[in-house]
């Protein structure tokens, strides 16, 4: 990999960039730093973000907030199992005057999409995100359209056991860049928040702290964030330590090689390094990875599979050395 380095004051501008847009973000986020870390990580190293928790604990505020954040485009799609392909990504229309067709580009046409329980919606909806996702165009009707040059998909979705969802697919997991979860607050923040929010909804408040171009500005910069020889073997040999392990049945894509590549420049960015050390790859495999991978054997629940997964992750970790 060729060794590109950043100047000091696009290190300086990307900081600030994110310390904006995560003062703003926290006005509704104000005790989940790790996972507003993580957004605004996968939001500069351009992938798109999977948020999965139990029902009530923030993910649809974490998502609104960031977009909110940003002067840009924002739809929200509220998945459920009557939604049509069309309802994500338009149709085309005919109109008997003027005797031809006219597109009307759906919501998926916006910098930022929020995909909220996006596991309610049955798989031939969730495919509609899968070309959007991995080559940011549309086809439909047999014309490819190209999405903005800033395009994010933010998704939620609810814990795959509970009443009304449909799993989805491992090539859909796998174009999530990064998967977290917010857990239950603390005492102290759940306090916090009932203060907080009795004047209403902070999320409201939320005004656009960042533009589109300097959200680009911010990505062009990860992009150039050096990987050095070492720390790319150390990142490879991590994703192959997850194809040859006993205890999965699937190990990660190349794809995921690319993703964990991608964050771990942002994080190196976003902590004023111009090139990422093996300690970034270590500390976001588990957020990259865990996601794509499959358990082998039985589990009574999909999240005792997650945690089976989760378990593995963090050994191949504690297992592998760095050069």
Known sequence: MEST???QPTVGFVAELAARITQSVSLAMSDSHAAVDAAIATLFAGGHLLIE??????????ATALGRSIDASVRRLQFTSDMLPSDVTGLSVYHQDAHEFTFHPGPIFSNVVIADEINRGTAKTQSALLEAMAERTVTIDGHTRDLPELFLVVATQNPGDMEGTFPLPEAQRDRFM???????????????????RAGG??????????DV??????????NDVHISEAAARYLVALITATRTHAALSLGASPRATLHLAHMARARALLRGRNFVTADDIARLASAVLTHRLLPSGYFDSE?????????VVT????NTRAE
């Open 303 to 311: 999240l005792d599979a997650t945690r089976a997964v989760a378990n």
């Open 178 to 196: 990064t998967q977290i979860s917010l857990g239950y607050p603390s005492a102290d923040a759940e306090t916090a928040m009932l203060r907080a």
């Open 201 to 210: 909804d902070p999320v409201r408040s939320i005004t656009p702290v960042a």
């Open 5 to 7: 380095m950043i100047d």
């Open 53 to 62: 928790d139990v029902p009530g604990v923030g993910k649809t505020t974490l």
């Open 315 to 318: 050994e191949i970790v504690a």
């Open 213 to 222: 171009a300097e959200v680009l500005r911010a990505q062009r910069a990860v």
